[in-house]
């Protein structure tokens, strides 16, 4: 069993800002655990922190301390293919993580041999049209298509597929519905839980939206200026939130159940209560 477990996280960026140079803590002693069939939504403001810690989790970007360790598979020093074999991104934009001169059987392929998952011509093929199967795609029309010639929510299904390709048991979706139209939203995020359920992955879906957090996620952690100021079960982390900011995105929210509930919220109550201890819903 595959746990992926973010311990201490901090990520500081050099700044300039004319002859000065500052520092950004851009992510503030972030730590959270996935678990296999479990979803947790990472919920922030843009700036909060959110891409920095997938790009850590990814392996695209080095924590200024604290680690990210995958249990159940060989300990810290995974090297990066064994890794990746374990943890898939599925990022915002469809469009750019997708190469425009490859068909799309060349997208999937190409990991499942990396990753020696198949090996003949024909193994490869029939696992490509497996791929497309499960992310609810006809093979037999997109296979051999460029990613231009498909719709924005066909392509991320197709970064799902690609995702999914290597046998991965941790996914990381990095606000993986707010490039597509409002109309497809909520089939991608269907499908997403759909997989999640059937194969047991462990998901880290980042947001800034709580109504999908909390129709989606297990378990929210909030995250303001890097640090992450509540956590819990969602429903109780939308529906009685107790830190200044939570209660500011809920009553922002289009959930109707957290929707226009007057929290009473003082701005400079949630700057002040930024630096606080987390509060933790039990
Ligand atoms: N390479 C970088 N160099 C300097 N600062 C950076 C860099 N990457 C991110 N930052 C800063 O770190 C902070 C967190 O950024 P991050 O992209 O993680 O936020 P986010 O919550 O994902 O926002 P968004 O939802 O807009 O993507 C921001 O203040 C951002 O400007």
Redesign the pocket.
């Known amino acids: 069993m595959t746990t992926l477990e973010v311990a201490d996280l901090v ?1 500081d ?3 300039r800002g004319g002859l000065r140079r500052s520092r ?1 803590r ?2 503030d002693n972030v730590s959270f655990t996935l678990t296999p069939g479990r979803t947790v939504a990472l919920v ?12 850590i989790i990814a392996r695209l ?1 080095r924590p200024t301390s604290g680690q990210v360790i995958l249990r159940g598979s060989g300990g810290a020093a995974v090297p990066n293919r064994d890794y990746r074999h374990h943890v898939q991104m599925v990022f ?1 934009d469809p469009f750019a993580s997708l190469n425009p001169f490859h068909t799309i059987a060349h997208h999937l392929a190409r990991p499942l041999r990396l990753h020696g998952r198949t090996r003949t011509r024909a193994e490869t093929w029939s696992a490509v049209v497996e791929l497309l199967e499960r992310v609810s795609l006809p093979a037999g029309d997109v296979a051999h298509r460029r990613p231009h010639e498909l719709s924005g929510g066909q392509r991320q299904r197709v970064a799902i597929a690609r995702a999914l390709a290597p046998g991965a048991t941790v996914l990381v979706a ?2 993986p519905v ?1 490039m597509l139209d409002v109309s497809i939203r909520l089939g991608v995020l269907n499908l997403l839980a759909s997989l999640q359920r059937d194969q047991d992955l462990a998901v880290l879906y ?1 947001t ?1 939206d709580l109504a999908t957090a909390r129709h989606f996620a297990d378990d929210i952690l909030v ?1 303001y200026r ?1 640090r992450v100021v509540e956590r819990g079960p969602a429903d109780q982390v939308i529906l009685d939130p107790h830190h200044p900011y939570t209660k500011l995105l809920a009553a922002a929210s289009p959930d109707p159940a957290a929707r226009g509930r007057s929290f009473d919220i003082d701005p400079a109550e949630v700057v002040e209560a930024g630096s606080a201890p987390p509060y933790e819903h039990r």
Do not use: N, P, W, Y
């Open positions: 990520k960026f050099r700044i950004l851009a992510v922030g403001e843009s700036g909060s922190g959110k891409s920095t810690i997938a790009r970007e915002q990095d606000e707010s980042i800034h995250l890097g």
